[in-house]
Structure formats: C-alpha cells, structure tokens
C-alpha cells in the first residue's frame, strides 16, 4: 500500500508569489489533514477533510490559504499571496477512520524569501 | 487551550534504555499519541494510549496516566537508528486534530 505523498518537498518563492502544494493520501482514507511546523516551534494543525467536505478549519491562520479537496481524493492547498512567516515545513496525513493512527507524509518544505 | 510539554534533547547510549516525559493540560482529552521522526521524514506512529496504563509493543512502551495529565515513552536496547525527535501528541473528544508538543530529540551515542 502506498503512502501519504506529498508534491513538492521542497519549494523556494518570493514574497507576493502563490504556491500550490498537494496531498496524495492512502487510498480509501476519508479523513485528511494539513499541519505545519514553523521553525523552532512544534507542529501545528491547519485543516481536517472528511472526504470533500471541511470538518475543521479552526487551524488555517488567515484568509491567504485555501485549501480544496474535489472529489474527495487528494487535497490542494494554496497560499495566495505568500508572506515570510509561511515559510515552514506543511504536513499532510490520512486516516481510515475519525479516530484512527493519521498516516503523515514527508512533508513540503516551504521557504518564502 | 492546550499545554504540552516534553524535554527538548536527551542523550542516551546505545543498548541503553531512555523515557520520554510528555505533560499535558488539555479540556475534553480523548487520547494520546506518540510519533517518531527522522530529519527530513514523515512522522511514523508509535503508539495510542487512551485508557490508564502501560502499552507494550517491542523495544517501544508508552504509558499513560490521565488524572496526572502524563505519558511517558519508554525505549530499551537503544540502537543507533533510534535517534530521531520523538513527538507527543494529545487528540480531544471531539474531532481528531492531533495537538503536538515540540519534540524531543534523542540522541543515542555508541
């Protein structure tokens, strides 16, 4: 079974720019989230999908990032437009059920110059 | 909110055994999980404690108290490849967002 995957690893942007990160989960896992670890501090929660639909966005720190998943397979977010204290390292995780192990991926390192 | 708190770096020896002290002040606590992550790496699971008590699982323990607000992750027979930043994380009843502490990096010395 394959796992999380995440598109890109790494991505470098100027200040102003948009940047568009994606989430591949484990195939039948209904529950997706995004977290971010900024530097120095732990990782933080963003977002939770259940299938296509936002169950919890109390994470997203401001109306620059968008995250969609249509159709209820992978997940997109993007933050428009980027600013210095976005840079950090965005994690996505699956899971099967509500309250089952979240499966992480490698994460997209995020620098924002 | 939430509060939780780990060491930030301990170093052990290889064959050795080393414990993780994770303390959380969280309303409506469900459970608490256990992550290690290599540089540059996904986190991989570890453990899930929701009821009081020791879970076993090879060379890897976790323990959980919940009237103290406290786990702790026990590793034995330290090998090499187990240095890595092990991560605390409590989820609440509602929902499953998992709430992370900062880490602790572990370093096992031969």
């Known amino acids: 079974e394959a796992g999380v995957t995440q598109f890109p690893s790494h991505s470098v942007i100027e200040k102003g720019q948009t940047v568009t990160l994606r989430c591949d989960p484990i195939?039948?896992?209904?529950?997706l989230y995004w977290y971010r670890r900024v530097m120095g501090k732990e990782i933080k929660f963003l977002l939770h999908?259940?299938?296509?639909?936002?169950?919890?966005e109390s994470g997203m720190p401001n109306n620059r990032f968008l995250a969609e998943r249509t159709g209820g397979t992978y997940s997109t977010l993007k933050v428009q437009p980027a600013e210095l204290e976005d840079s950090g390292v965005y994690f996505c995780?699956?899971?099967?059920?509500?309250?089952?192990?979240?499966?992480f991926g490698p994460g997209t390192r995020l620098t924002v110059t | 909110g939430q509060n939780i708190d780990q060491p930030t770096e301990m170093t052990a020896t290889e064959g050795a055994i080393v414990q993780i002290n994770c303390t959380y002040q969280?309303?409506?606590?469900?459970?608490l999980f256990w992550y290690q992550q290599h540089a540059g790496e996904a986190p991989t699971f570890l453990s899930y404690?929701?009821?009081?008590g020791l879970e076993e699982k090879g060379r890897f323990s976790s323990f959980l108290s919940r009237s103290k607000g406290y786990s702790y992750l026990l590793l034995k027979e330290l090998q090499m490849k187990d240095s890595a930043s092990y991560l605390c994380?409590?989820?609440?009843?509602?929902?499953?967002?998992?709430?992370f502490g900062g880490g602790t990096r572990v370093l096992v010395k031969p």
């Open positions: 995780a699956s899971s099967r059920g509500a309250s089952g192990e979240q499966y």
């Open positions: 195939s039948g896992h209904d529950n």
């Open positions: 999908f259940v299938k296509e639909s936002k169950q919890d």
């Open positions: 969280t309303s409506g606590f469900n459970g």
């Open positions: 404690n929701v009821l009081d």
């Open positions: 994380a409590v989820t609440k009843a509602a929902g499953n967002k998992l709430t």
